[in-house]
């Protein structure tokens, strides 16, 4: 193989100056692996050579220089095989020749002893006989060996008895076995030139293969056809001949040695006209050798460089940095365990925003009731109660519920702000404290007195002396009152359902702040005292996993969920929430209507 010629690639290598082995190859001291590429075409017997160097020229000089040392190579390899096969003929043919000029001695003087010049006509008769079947013997011999492509040498009588090598390429073929390789010989070629201006799968090579497939499959059918048909004629030559030398020992006994030396004479005398002719077809087949191998397509000079592909080079980084880009990011999303959008909170909870309340800056007002209040924070309690409010349209809600996934998000601020902001229109609003674990709207609210909903459950006060008004016109205060260890039952006994009956006949709207959804089973009783429930929700605090917790939570139990509140919203950020604001603070609400809540089954 020419990726094996390790000293083709080096004598091409050396073929240039060191000035020019360093202009185009470097500080190398050999051909560099990246100068040469060798594969062969699959399906074809084209090996194609891709040679590189800094300059075009350079590489198409590198290219031929391979191509041509290899050839010469190749040429020498079969010219030295072919001289080799010449002598080793020549020497065959002097040593027959040797032979014959002893053996035609022999039969000279044992004519001269004898006093017998010739065998009788019938010991002549078989004698003759015998060298045809000798003859004809060889010929089979040879035809098995032109068949399984292993001819030799024509042996002699004593080669054959020592078991000479047999030379190949050194008999006649078959006649149809010769006919066959010349058809195919002349497809292969045929192939070769439609390869110049047809790939390997086209339909006019994949022709010529068929052809050639056939062809080969004649020739080994007729190989076997032919070996079969020549060991046959062997053995009955072999049988036949026996039965002659059987029948020559009845001859008188000078005669046979007479027949002996004349059969000997004829044997080599053919031997020697066979291997002569070889020879001499030898030394005149020097003078037309060929490497074997043939130029299909010369080396050329390719305008654009392989390496470094600028162009290519920069769109691959392209794609690659926008793939790493695509990655990272699904990646950072995958990792990412915040809430961080208003889309990403919709699609957990599977329900919409109904209002988005902005961040505040440290130390700012917490209620809207106070002086001072960012006007944008207001609003957004507004937008809030307005959803409501289109939604009380097709369904009663007196009763609403607000809870969250965990603590610390804001429903305890947002069921205080959006109790004033249902006040402020008109409405008689009653907020209930019923986190019966950490409550937190008595400080919020600053009421004070030290009963609330548990005691009128447990009947230790009435509901009226429980119920306290506040700094508000229309807002009134229900506190938790003592607090219970077994809530759940208590929540969920007929006492307290009672209580918020009264409250929603007394009262336009209740207000119940829960406690988190999160390890707790009050807000599945909750829910199904309250008309709806909304699900409070702190951007880039609130953690998805908890937050689909309690989305599926409230499912579990039926609860009306009529939408989410989205707390902390950083609006300077460009959020896409319900409102947003500019520079000078002017609020604008988003046309999008709210999705009604549906009634629990």
Known sequence: ML??????LQEAFFSF?????????GEAKKLPDWAVRVAPSRGTDIVEVKTRAYSPRAAAVLGKTITSIYLKRRLDANFQANIQSRRF????????????????????????????????????????????????????????????????????????????????????MNPRIAALTQDIDKLRGQRLQLLQEYTPQSDEVKAVDNQINEQEKRLSTIKQIVQAAAESRIGML???????DDMA????????????????????????EVISAK????????????????????????PIPVAPRRVVNMVGFAVLSLLLAVVGALVAEGMDKRVRDQEAAERIANSYALATVPKLRPGASLLITEPGIALPFMESFR??????????????????????????????????????????????????????HYPRLRSLMKTPGDVG???????????????????????????????????????NSQACRGIFKKLADDYDVVLIDCPSVGNLSDVQVISTIADGVLLVASMNQTRKPEFQVASRVLAQARAVVLGLVLNEVDMDLGSNGDGRFDSRSNYTQNTRKPALGGKRQ
């Open 3 to 8: 990726c094996r010629e390790w000293l083709v």
């Open 17 to 25: 100056s060191k000035k020019d082995r360093l202009n185009q190859f």
């Open 89 to 172: 003929a020549e020497t065959k043919m002097r040593s027959v020749e040797k032979e014959l000029s002893a053996a035609n001695g022999d039969g000279a003087r044992f004519k001269e002893k004898s006093k017998l010049f010739a065998p009788s006509v019938q010991f002549e008769k078989l004698a003759d006989y015998r060298a045809a079947l000798e003859v004809e013997l060889l010929a089979a011999r040879t035809e098995i060996l032109t068949g399984s492509n292993e001819a030799g040498m024509t042996r002699d009588s004593s080669s054959e008895k020592s078991g000479a090598p047999v030379e190949s390429n050194t008999l006649e």
């Open 238 to 244: 072999g049988r036949e001949i026996k039965s002659q």
């Open 249 to 272: 020992q009845l001859m008188p006994e000078k005669e046979r040695q007479l027949t002996e030396f004349m059969q000997r004479v004829t044997l080599l005398q053919t031997a020697y």
């Open 279 to 302: 020879y001499y077809g030898l030394l005149l087949s020097e003078q037309g050798l060929l490497a074997g191998v043939q130029i299909v397509s010369p080396a050329r000079e390719e």
């Open 383 to 436: 937008v809030l109660r307005n959803n409501l409010a289109l939604m009380a349209l097709e369904q009663p809600l007196k009763i609403i519920a607000i809870t969250s996934a965990l603590r610390s998000e804001g429903k305890s601020i947002t069921s205080a702000n959006l109790a004033a902001a249902m006040a402020m229109d008109g409405k008689q609003v009653v907020l209930v404290d019923g986190n019966l």
């Open 453 to 491: 909903l548990t005691n009128a459950i447990s009947g230790g006060c009435s509901l009226d002396k429980a119920v306290v008004p506040t700094n508000q016109e229309n807002l009134f205060f229900l506190p938790t009152g003592l607090l219970v260890t077994n809530s759940s039952e208590f929540l």
